[in-house]
């Protein structure tokens, strides 16, 4: 009889672990989509798209050290001084921490800035949370990769 | 009391969860900023055993260079500086709490001597606290210089 008891809750120990791996796995899919979701709208600078993306309060450094916050951040995709041409995150890697996840990753960047064209590395700190069963970013930097 | 001990005491009880003190965001934003404050001093004084309380075991520090340390990483090198470091100073520019996460944004200055050369850095940076375990701890570390 104990053994069986034993038998059950390794049993649904199993179970939850790997219910509780896949769950995280799928969220971890969401968020990728997500992050690709953005490079592409930037790409398009369309602002539209990525406005739902973004907390109110979203605080995001770019990789000169400006600060902004959500409205300067979507209007400075529609300035016309930059024309994007290629964008693609090299690697990016997803923890978790309860409701709120973190995706760090490099980031490369090509394009033309006041006709001059540009080639950009970064590394990326992307800060997002939960609410209500979707993710929205809160957060958002990068950093120059020079060395 | 040695300066060091005092400062491992004060991170214990700043970063020990208060479930009554912490049931708004104000006082999880305070114990953070108390934190960051620590952190400051003790990498100026090469205290890497308050600084391996501050941060969570998965720490990923991206520096200004962009280079990405792991925590022991990140704690050898403020080993190997020692008191090259002189003076850090933050400003907070903006702290908000979701839940159990806290993202702090601000600018900061480190002045210090590298192989008898005086040097300063300015930037930005932005650091992302999580409660584990009833404690906070920095899990993500970044600073971007200011280019412009």
């Known amino acids: 009889m104990k053994f069986a008891l034993y038998g059950c809750l390794f049993l649904v120990a199993v179970a939850g672990s790997w219910q509780t791996g896949a769950l995280q796995e799928a969220q971890q899919t969401r968020i990728l989509a997500l992050e690709n979701a953005w490079n592409q709208a930037v790409m398009q600078k369309d602002a539209k798209a990525i406005a739902p993306l973004m907390d109110d309060e979203l605080i995001y450094i770019d990789y000169d050290g400006t600060v902004m916050n959500k409205g300067q951040y979507l209007a400075s995709l529609r300035a016309e001084a930059t024309h994007f041409e290629h964008i693609q995150s090299e690697s990016m890697q997803v923890q978790f921490f309860g409701w709120s996840a973190v995706v760090v990753g490099v980031y490369r960047e090509q394009g033309t800035q006041h006709g001059k064209p540009y080639v950009r590395r970064e590394r990326f700190v992307d800060t997002w949370v939960n609410r209500a069963g979707s993710w929205i970013c809160v957060a958002s930097e990068s950093t120059l990769i020079t060395h | ?148």
């Open chain 2, 1 to 148: 009391m040695p300066q060091r001990i005092w400062m491992v005491a004060v991170i214990c009880c700043l970063a020990a969860n208060i479930p009554a003190q912490d049931k708004n965001d104000g006082a999880a934003q305070s114990k953070v900023l108390a934190l960051e404050s620590i952190w400051n001093m003790a990498e100026e004084k090469g205290d890497v055993r308050a600084l391996d309380m501050i941060f969570d075991d998965s720490l990923l520090y991206i520096d200004e260079d962009g280079s990405l340390l792991s925590k022991s990483q990140f704690l050898a090198r403020v080993k190997a500086s020692g008191t090259g470091v002189q003076a850090i100073t933050t400003q907070s520019i903006g702290v908000h709490a979701y839940g159990e996460t806290v993202v702090v944004a601000g600018t900061y200055r480190v002045k210090g001597m590298e192989k008898g050369k005086a040097y300063l850095h300015e930037g930005r940076f932005m650091d992302t606290w999580v409660l584990r375990r009833g404690t906070w701890v920095c899990v993500v570390a970044q600073s971007t210089p200011v280019l412009h």
